[in-house]
């Protein structure tokens, strides 16, 4: 159940995620997003962005003309998301516990944000929310990482660059309890440059010909994910009492980028 001290690992690198990863999952996965969510509903509708992150599927659903709720447990990737989509609604919240006045005429929770919740019983919980948050026949579409998605994970590390930022992550990922671990470490230069005097300081690299050193501040994170079955999902959401449960590969969702390796796409109706 949710832990009301609960930090989010999201909050210590949520400019890196606004930044690095905007325009990686969206164009990959918007064609899943056509074929198998836009396609059900009426224009304008009212729609659950389950785990929205900075918004960066939030922003296509707003610039879709969809009024839209986002909702995650991030108060700083919501603070992002709240500065670039003043038009959308965002609420910090857990989407293992949380309601709304109005019910949804659709839901999403993309970029494998369920895998997030790490016990079946938070997983269901999730589906339930979610599930009360919808008028009846309304739409859930979201996806998931399978193992051979996580067994890409080999701890090696990867580097990430964008103006005024540099971040490493890897993954690690246990067959034994299913559990992966993405460690992230992140430089981010703080604003002005500091002024040092040349006669003590050695020249170094990162000094400049005025004697400036640029200052660099490190952020680390970790964030976990747990690794269900198909047949565990399928489970979690009939208990939370979704029917009609449709299950696509990313191939057949329309999606080839290599981001849908091991990548399920669902679509279940409350
Ligand atoms: C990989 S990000 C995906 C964000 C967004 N859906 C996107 O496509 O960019 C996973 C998100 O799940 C959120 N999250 C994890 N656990 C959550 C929870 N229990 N309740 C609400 N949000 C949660 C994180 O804060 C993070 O923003």
Aim: some cysteine; aromatic content about 12%; overall charge negative.
């Amino acid at each position: 159940m949710p832990d009301p001290d609960f930090v989010s690992p999201y909050d210590a690198i949520a400019t890196l995620y606004h930044r690095a990863w905007d325009d990686w999952y969206l164009p990959a996965v918007c064609p899943a997003l056509e074929r198998l969510f836009f396609s059900e509903l009426a224009s304008g509708a009212r729609l659950l962005d389950a785990c929205c992150g900075s918004g960066h599927v939030t922003r296509e659903l707003v610039h879709r003309g969809f009024n839209v709720t986002g909702l995650d447990s991030s108060a700083s990737l919501i603070a992002h998301a709240r500065q670039e989509l003043p038009d959308a609604t965002f609420v910090v919240g857990d989407v293992r516990d949380c309601s709304f006045p109005k019910p949804f005429d659709g839901a999403l929770s993309t970029f494998d944000s369920l895998n997030h919740l790490l016990t079946n019983d938070d997983l269901r919980a999730a589906f339930r929310c979610v599930r009360l948050a919808l008028r009846a026949g309304a739409p859930f579409f979201f996806d998931m990482n399978l193992e051979e998605a996580y067994e890409l994970d080999l701890g090696e590390w990867m580097k990430y660059e964008r103006e005024g930022c540099l971040g490493f992550t890897r993954g690690i990922y246990s067959r034994a309890t299913h559990r992966a671990r993405t460690e992230i470490v992140w430089f981010e230069l703080q604003g002005a440059p500091v002024k040092r005097d040349r006669a003590f300081i050695a020249p170094a690299p990162n000094r400049n010909q005025e004697g400036t050193d640029s200052l660099w501040r490190r952020r680390d994170a970790v964030v976990e994910e747990q690794c269900y079955t198909v047949d565990e999902i399928d489970e979690a959401l009939r208990k939370a009492g979704f029917s009609r449960i449709d299950r696509f590969s990313a191939l057949e969702a329309g999606v080839s980028h290599s981001i849908g390796y091991g990548r399920v796409f669902i679509r279940a109706f409350a």
